[in-house]
């Protein structure tokens, strides 16, 4: 089996997972893709992208937390990882979470209906920040696809300073940001994915993750363009390194 | 490992696990137990019982569906099934259910609080409901242990009928019943509860659980007593094996 997660979750590029699935399907492999960015908020046809399995998570996309999902291509035989009373046709062993399950739907509902509008508004508001930042901070680099990227992430690499710092800087003054995915952020550890994209220790370090959502507006994308300049040329006049 | 359920969820018997706990302590085997029926509704003690794992789950007790814990004696190692962002120490990667594990957290503390009394109040109804039922039906019995169960299981066995008729019949009377568990009732087979305690498959498939909480009260106990030997009287009339 190959498994090739749809779009990065910290520097948002979208994999070319149909290329990867034709390759897979004409040498007879399965095609896993975890979609957890994606699904929602992308279209996705899995018979175009000859995909086979797909995993989609409910509080990725305003759903709540507590429910996911496997689809499973007809004819594709899969192991349970999880046994007892055999819910799920015996694929998943768990009494079913019904309210987050219904939950998941509806909100599946609301992204279908939105999607097209919403990521025109996403991407509208995700290129002002990309070229505000680029434009306004030296030595500022973005991570990840210039346009083969998520609407809603915009990531940075700022030269001489820490990621964490930064977002230190920008909680005080009430701007949610990360440096790279919420599950390994207690470890410290620069970010395997910049490291995987080449880039050096010290750089990785110097990452900043700007994740857009629903309820971001373009008041608040102004406000982040007016305060981090400044942020970082105060962390840069602290810096050992430059 | 030895893994035993604190009390069976079928037929409400409490199992003697400090003794078997004593047995695999003195053997240097884990013991793990299920508590799922107990945990929030029977006092446990994990030394005195010499419990080294210990799994319960919130939908249970009154909490949210989505949580579930696992207790782990200091010094018992486990592995994970479960791989990915590390978290749990690693122990169980997936995004934490945060509002669930609060709500679960929330209805230990009420179950704690009036376990005494609620369990006084439940035996009090359990017992006037197995009583009247082996008094006024003849040819019925009580499955489970007489004194070790549950305060909330009454499980009976009738003669000549099965269990899944005397459900509907319930049903259409606005009492909700069960045969054997939830999580097996698709199945439409014995009980292998039932089974493993010697019964024959046509007397397991007689046998109707019945279960109390928070919200019963001795109204709707003294409402199946009065609605259920007519019930059974009736199939009995239809029944071929009498």
New interface residues.
């Given amino acids: 089996m190959v498994s090739v997660m749809h779009a990065n979750n910290e520097i948002g590029t979208i994999n070319s997972i149909g290329e990867i699935g034709k390759i897979c399907r004409e040498r007879g492999i399965y095609f896993h893709t975890d979609a957890a960015q994606t699904f929602g908020k992308l279209p996705i046809d899995v018979n175009r992208l000859n995909i086979d399995l797909l995993t989609a998570?409910a509080?990725k996309m305003y759903g709540?937390?507590?429910a996911a999902m496997l689809y499973v291509r007809t004819g594709v035989k899969i192991k349970p990882?999880?046994h007892?009373?055999?819910?799920e046709n015996g694929l998943r062993?768990s009494?079913?979470?019904?309210?987050?399950i219904v939950g998941f739907a509806e909100s599946v509902k609301i992204c279908l209906q939105e999607m097209k509008q919403e990521n025109r508004r996403l991407i509208k508001l995700r290129d002002k920040l990309i070229k505000g930042i680029l434009k306004n901070i030296p030595d500022s680099y973005l991570n990840g696809h210039p346009a083969k990227r998520l609407p809603n992430n915009a990531n940075f690499r700022f030269a001489y300073i820490e990621g964490e710092a930064i977002i230190m800087q920008l909680d005080a003054l009430n701007i949610a940001a990360s440096t790279a995915?919420?599950?390994?952020s207690p470890?410290l550890q620069p970010s395997h994915v910049l490291l995987a994209c080449g880039m050096r220790p010290q750089d990785a370090h110097g990452s900043l993750r700007l994740t857009l959502g629903r309820w971001t507006t373009e008041r608040e994308i102004g406000q982040v363009l007016k305060i981090l300049p400044g942020v970082v040329e105060k962390l840069r006049k602290m810096s050992p390194f430059k």
């Fill in positions: 998570s509080h709540p937390k507590g990882l999880l007892g009373g055999g819910h062993s009494t079913v979470n019904a309210p987050a995915s919420a599950c390994s470890k």
